[in-house]
């Protein structure tokens, strides 16, 4: 994969590795299972596709800009100091005086189980307001790679309108990385399948989810997946517990994911793009970016939260060279990525 910049070499002033674009919310997760009707407590964090791997990329020595909306309230003082203090360039996030930072509360349970309860308040909010008027054009194309979502896209038609610009081919355009990351609740008029694969097929690098396919576009199996998105160089079916599937031209690749220990399965997708991209921007083989991926998606499953410490560049290498026997031995669980827990042996194995 040849990795291009917009307006010149990397180390061109304001030229970063990655940008992200996207809303960011503050999130309140509860202090106990159960319905969101009977949880007493919350307790405040941070939740947004782009975000989670702008921090994500920057935790691992990355230059990374996010570029987002969000009010002039203390949500937004919250959002902005937060994401900034993982080392991300926050200086191109707007300040909305008229628009609220959008939040959202959520129960504990795994969000792939129908217990599982969402509720969003941002109809309306700062980031919305983001169309191809309201953006520093320039900002965004000024990295190596531009990394966007599916979700930015059911925000308002301003918004698609500006994914739709940013997807389209044009000179010199960076690598555009696309994760469709579908979320029905976002989706009200059913236009999902038909935005979200225009989307992909204008981008360079595409991640989806196997059982997203499936549900989106009725498609089985990741040949289906590849057929319905010829266009991307690049094409990253994510299988779950079973692992990732990669499409890069003419070749095809399956890495199995290590055994996990799950705390909560949020934030995993968002990590696996994240250890994915940074394995691309160091140009390395394709199955050790499947297996940064994996290991990022892993150090996500271990937290509560969306956002993980994750492992440290030196000892996600070495996990990533392991043989293939090892490599399926691994049992990775919390703690693992933290700096006082490595030692010789890193993970539990069987």
């Not at 996010?66 to 203390?74: L, Y």
């Not at 520093?136 to 309108?161: K, Q």
């Not at 996600?316 to 043989?323: H, P, V």
């Amino acid at each position: 994969m040849t990795i291009v910049t917009a307006t010149g070499p990397c180390d061109a002033p304001g030229v970063v590795d990655v940008v992200t674009l996207g809303e960011s919310m503050v999130t309140f997760l509860p202090s106990r299972p159960g319905r969101l009707a009977d949880v007493p407590s919350f307790d405040r964090g941070i939740g947004g596709a782009e975000s989670n791997v702008a921090c994500a990329l920057a935790a691992v020595g990355h230059p990374v800009r996010w570029v987002s909306r969000v009010g002039a309230d203390g949500f937004g003082d919250h959002l902005v100091e937060t994401v900034g203090s993982y080392g991300v360039d926050v200086t191109r996030v707007r300040r909305d005086a008229e628009r609220p930072t959008g939040v959202y509360f959520r129960t504990a349970g795994d969000r792939a189980t129908d217990a599982h309860e969402v509720a969003y308040y941002r109809a309306g909010s700062a980031a919305s307001a983001m169309s191809v008027d309201t953006v520093g054009l320039d900002a965004v194309r000024a990295g190596r790679v531009l990394h966007l979502t599916g979700i930015t896209a059911a925000l308002s038609a301003g918004c698609l309108d500006l994914l739709r610009a940013l997807t389209a081919p044009a000179p010199g355009r960076p690598l555009v990385s696309f994760d469709v990351n579908h979320r029905p609740l976002l989706w009200a008029d059913g236009s999902s399948p038909q935005v979200l694969l225009e989307l992909a097929r204008g981008a360079d690098l595409v991640f989806v989810g196997e059982d997203e396919a499936a549900e989106v576009w009725g498609l089985d199996g990741v040949d289906a997946v590849r057929s319905a998105f010829p266009d991307p160089e690049v094409l990253v079916v994510k299988q779950g517990a079973l692992g990732a599937t990669v499409f890069d031209r003419g070749r095809v690749l399956h890495v199995p994911a290590p055994r996990v220990d799950v705390v909560a399965a949020v934030g995993a997708g968002d990590a696996f793009a994240a250890g994915f991209l940074s394995a691309t921007l160091r140009g390395l083989p394709l199955r050790d970016r499947l297996r940064h991926g994996h290991l990022m998606a892993a150090a996500a499953l271990t937290v509560p939260g969306d956002l993980a410490v994750p492992p440290a560049r030196a000892h996600a290498d070495r996990l990533a060279a392991l043989d293939d026997g090892a490599w399926g031995r691994l049992r990775l669980g919390p703690g693992w990525t933290h700096p006082e827990d490595r030692a010789d042996e890193e993970v539990r194995t069987p």
